[in-house]
């Protein structure tokens, strides 16, 4: 079980609010991403539910019991963090054993346990290593065994790949989200990548300034986002904000589209601009268009659209994929 | 940035250590603040009696006090200065190419690790002795009178043994701090036309500068409390010639056996000492936050 | 990337160092080789005493006139044992600052410095009449506890440096694992830190093994560590110079050896991590 319950939990440091006063409910079995620009209080509120920091005021559930007060080795928690934080003079197996250690746990068991997770793990001939001979998504793997082994009530991860090259990232990516779902443990997972909060959340909680803006699904949060800054912050990349008269226009204060929900024409459209940069991947093209009386739009097109610098192009945005947002940034 | 829980922990795991340097710190100086007030004299038990500042006026007006007072900033002076120049000509030596690196180091370090008593004794009886030291077999050698340095030149000599003693720690240091001088900067003072003397003089030296600071500081320190030397080879002789102040106080008191004026005197050298220690602590508390 | 260097130049910087190096040593090997003299050939000129014949007799005359391995004992024992009672003390307390810093941490440590940096004289006469009149007075436990005191802020300040270059997030994950306090320090961070606690205590041995106002102070025979029996040789027997020598060879053998291994480290300790 990992049912875990935040009843207005706030965290102070001295004069200064991290957390102002946050409720979140997180259901057994979910995958569950924090995700945030840095400073957002999403690393924080993971070691307040870790029980690495007290809470200010508030109380936090673990499958119903209260364990605000409990220190972390009680909560039947288990951390990932951002550097590994692996134990450098002990092997993997010492490593990934040194829960069940301090558990106390028969050497019998112990070893049954270390040997089965080395093999989901695929770390049987790294065994008798240390860290400092691993690669780095060796040593995330071992990080990920030593949580494995406690069977905990739910994984917290800290930003765990934030340390890895862009290949091997999406790479645990992947056998993150599968452990998940071989496992069907909680996991709440830290991070300030959107790509990963997308692909790998059941349950996105877009975090800012210690306040949640909103909780959702992936395809919520993209469909339906609740204010600006979730419209601004999911979706790469990003939404084009439009103010003015032109959102006028549309009875908003702010209007919002997505690059992708923006056709282009040489011909005929509603608004007419210039093209300025494109950016050519392969698989789409990005063309950032100067139209007058907006901000440059970014609009994504064929990835053989052929275009030039200086070209003008029309541009329409699709009407039901159009996001209104009132004078107090909240979604119409 | 932590728990209610190991905050109490680390209080309870700190306090052994701040509770015996509390007592270590406060129990000997506030007696001998007291006794520094007070006629005592470990000869005539039982006569103690207040005297006010009668101490401090007897310590500080005597003769012994101002010739301590110079030959103690003559000791400090001379031995850092020889052991900043000194240091830093033989860690700009020791930091070129050449071969047998390790070893060299291994020398020129050695005589930080010799016990005071040692070589204060090596160097009056081996070297400065004036019939069967090294100095006076030379001197006679070359045909010239041998000279007595303990005896006619007792302060330089000392200040030389202790130099000989701090060379290694000044030129350690500094070549510690010159090993961590980026190499690209000279490469590209180089490259700007810098000659060997402009990059020494514009970025070397400035780049020693904190070293060099900290050197003079630590040394400071140890120097103020040069003690076993003076004992061993001069006992602060002939008359003054060689007493500095931590010499004087323990004459005092325990030649003597005059413990309010050496407890005055005891004062006084934390007096001089803490004007030394507050510069040093702002420099390593500066560090502190970096 | 290395750049070309004429074998001429680092021949003339080779002579220059090695030069420079021997006349800085030149002392100590000359204590060295008149110690393998006897008392005869070590007053004569210096080539005459270096070409006359080697003999252990010194030593031997050293060991029985004046009881020699008394006094190494007890530096040994009071080296050694202050040294491990500091560290007894200051591996909880530098934990508790490295790790769990507060406002007041800083404030801590730089006040246990500046205990480091009160002139000895200034509590000379407290501690003499403190220790004569509990009967401390030229006792081993007696100096243990005075170099404990005067080398504890070191002791503080070298570990909160090699603590402090311990992530933190390890204690936390072994915190996460289960482990108690005492768990984490015994089966974490001391192993973690074995360089630094082991550099530690070699430079506090080396320290408190040369440490020559106080042994000299509250010392005069039974207690009497090295540094003592070497001053015992100021006057008259200073000029014996062989077993001089040889007692003075003796005394400072075993602490030049451990100094070399330690002159890394050496730098850092000294400057309270000023200089790294």
Not at chain 1, 150 to 160: G, I, N, S, Y
Not at chain 2, 149 to 159: E, G, N, T, V
Not at chain 3, 18 to 34: A, D, E, R, Y
């Amino acid at each position: 079980m990992g049912k875990i319950t935040l009843r207005n939990v706030q965290k102070r440091f001295g004069e200064a609010v991290v957390i102002p006063s946050l409720d979140l409910d997180i259901e057994d079995g979910e995958f569950v991403v924090f995700v945030g620009p840095s400073g957002c209080g999403k690393s924080t509120l993971l070691r307040l539910i870790a029980g690495l920091e007290d809470v200010s005021d508030g109380q936090i559930l673990i499958d119903g019991r209260n364990a605000t007060e409990m220190p972390p080795a009680k909560r039947g928690l288990a951390m990932v963090f951002q550097s590994y934080a692996l134990y450098p003079h002990m092997t993997v197996r010492k490593n990934i054993a040194f829960p069940l250690k301090m558990a106390k746990m028969e050497q019998s068991e112990i070893d049954r346990r270390v040997e089965n997770a080395a093999r989901i793990l695929n770390l049987t001939s790294y065994i008798d290593r240390r860290p400092g001979q691993l690669s780095g998504g060796q040593r995330q793997r071992v990080a990920i065994g030593r949580a494995i082994v406690r069977e905990p009530a739910a994984f917290l991860f800290d930003e765990p790949l934030s340390n890895l090259d862009a290949a091997l990232r999406v790479n645990m990516r992947l056998e993150i989200t599968e452990l998940h779902q071989s496992l069907q443990t909680t996991m709440i997972y830290v991070t300030h990548d959107q790509v990963e909060a997308m692909t790998m959340a059941d349950k996105i909680v877009v975090l800012n300034a210690g306040r949640i803006e909103q909780v959702g699904s992936p395809l919520t949060l993209y469909r339906n986002p609740a204010n600006l800054f979730v419209a601004g912050f999911i979706g790469s990349p990003k939404m084009n904000l439009i103010e003015g008269p032109e959102a006028a226009k549309f009875g908003a204060t702010t209007m919002g589209v997505r690059p992708e929900h923006i056709d282009i024409s040489r011909e005929s459209g509603l608004w007419q601009g210039e093209v300025g940069v494109s950016e050519h991947l392969g698989s789409d093209t990005f063309l950032h268009v100067h139209v007058a009386g907006m901000p440059t739009l970014t609009v994504r097109a064929g990835g053989e659209y052929g275009v030039h610098h200086g070209d003008k192009v029309w541009l329409t945005p699709q009407a039901d994929k159009i996001h209104r947002f009132g004078p107090d940034g909240r979604a119409l | 940035m932590a728990t209610q829980h190991s905050k109490t922990a680390a209080r309870l795991m700190i306090s052994p250590a701040v509770i015996l340097l509390l007592l270590w710190m406060i129990v000997p100086l506030s007696m001998t603040l007291y006794f520094s007030f007070l006629r005592y004299n470990l000869l005539m038990p039982g006569m103690e009696s207040f005297t006010g500042w009668d101490n401090y006026y007897y310590f500080l007006t005597d003769p012994a006090f101002s010739a301590a007072l110079t030959n103690t900033i003559l000791l400090v002076g001379g031995v850092l200065l020889i052991t900043v120049v000194g240091g830093t000509l033989l860690a700009l030596l020791l930091d070129q190419p050449m071969w047998g690196q390790g070893i060299v180091r291994i020398l020129v370090i050695a005589p930080f690790f010799i016990m005071p008593t040692v070589s204060a004794l090596v160097w009056k009886n081996m070297f400065m002795n004036p019939v069967n030291g090294m100095f006076a077999h030379i001197a006679r050698a070359l045909g010239m009178q041998p000279f007595d340095f303990l005896a006619h030149a007792p302060l330089a000599s000392i200040i030389g043994i202790v130099a000989w003693q701090w060379l290694p720690f000044a030129t350690l240091i500094l070549l510690t701090a010159l090993q961590s001088l980026d190499r690209e900067q000279m490469e590209a003072a180089e490259m700007d036309g810098a000659g060997p003397l402009d990059r020494f003089l514009y970025i070397t030296l400035p780049h020693l500068t904190r070293a060099i600071t900290v050197v003079v500081l630590i040394q400071t320190i140890f120097l103020l409390g040069v003690f076993a030397e003076i004992l061993v080879t001069t006992n602060g002789g002939p008359g003054t010639a060689s007493t500095n102040i931590t010499y004087l106080v323990y004459a005092q008191s325990l030649l003597n056996y005059d413990v309010g004026g050496g407890s005055a005197g005891g004062i006084i050298a934390v007096i001089l000492a803490n004007i030394v220690a507050i510069f040093l602590m702002r420099m390593i508390g500066k560090n502190l936050d970096a | 990337m290395s750049r070309r260097i004429t074998a001429r130049r680092t021949l003339i910087v080779t002579l220059a160092a090695w030069t420079v190096g021997l006349l800085i040593f030149f002392p100590i090997l000359w204590t060295v080789l008149m110690s393998f003299k006897t008392e005869g050939d070590a007053i004569k000129a210096p080539f005459a005493m270096l070409f006359s014949d080697w003999t252990l007799i010194s030593y031997e005359q050293v060991q029985t006139r004046s009881n020699y391995s008394r006094h190494f004992m007890n530096s040994v024992v009071i080296s050694l044992g202050s040294t491990l009672l500091a560290l007894a003390i200051a591996i909880p307390a530098a934990w508790a600052m490295a790790f769990v810093p507060g406002r007041r941490t800083k404030d801590v440590l730089m006040w246990m410095l500046s205990t480091k940096m009160m002139p000895a004289v200034g509590v000379l006469i407290p501690i003499y009449l403190i220790f004569r009149d509990t009967g401390l007075l030229d006792t081993r436990i007696g100096l243990v506890i005075v170099l404990t005191l005067i080398n504890l802020p070191i002791v503080v300040w070298m570990l909160y440096t090699y603590f402090k270059e311990i992530p933190g997030e390890i204690l936390e994950a072994a915190r996460m694992d289960g482990a108690t306090l005492g768990s984490e320090i015994l089966y974490v961070l001391t192993p973690m830190a074995v360089p630094g606690i082991a550099s530690t205590l070699l430079l506090n041995v080396i320290l408190a093994w040369n440490e020559a106002f106080w042994t000299l102070q509250l010392t005069t025979s039974r207690a009497a560590p090295l540094t003592q029996f070497i001053a015992s040789y100021s006057s008259p027997e200073g000029l014996f110079y062989a077993k001089l020598s040889a007692a003075s060879t003796m005394a400072i053998a075993p602490i030049l050896i451990l100094g070399w291994f330690s002159q890394k480290q050496l730098v850092r300790g000294l400057t309270f991590g000023a200089v790294k």
